[in-house]
């Protein structure tokens, strides 16, 4: 475990890339919507706070995190973002569907940043609470979706 109650969410803004220029896309799960919009209201404070224009941030929905691979493969074919935010929860239930999600969107994650030039970030919970889920969207242990956000603006730099 990376953490015990430790807050991971806490960045130095002076230590990032400039982010003025740079166009973000977030790709947001419907499902578990509690969740995500607290991930994705983590994103966007962080990207607005790092300099990235309210404009230049796009904001698409997907009914569940399964559909997140071919949103962000959209995004980036008709947007054509510097990095995109994938965000998205799944929480375990009672069946082996959750694994099979969270395989399949990890894996689709992973072959768009593998195939295309647009760094996609993996901002998925994967918990088996609802209350873990909670913790990291917002709640004790900080907000993912921050930490995404950091990631994306680092990413869209690599290389440059």
Known sequence: MATANKNLSH????QLPDATDMEIGIVVSEWNDAITEGL???????LLECGVKETRITRWNVPGSFELTFGCKKMIEEVGP???IAIGSVIRGE???FDFVCSAT????????VLTDTPVIF???TDDTLQQAKDRSGG???NKGTEAAIAA??????GT
């Open 140 to 142: 004790k242990h900080g």
């Open 95 to 97: 069946t082996k569907h």
């Open 123 to 125: 901002c998925v919970l």
């Open 106 to 113: 990890a894996q689709g994650i992973k072959d768009l940043n």
């Open 153 to 158: 603006i680092k990413m869209a730099c690599l």
């Open 11 to 14: 960045y130095d803004k002076d």
């Open 82 to 84: 510097d990095a995109v």
């Open 40 to 46: 994705y209201q983590g994103a966007l404070a962080t």
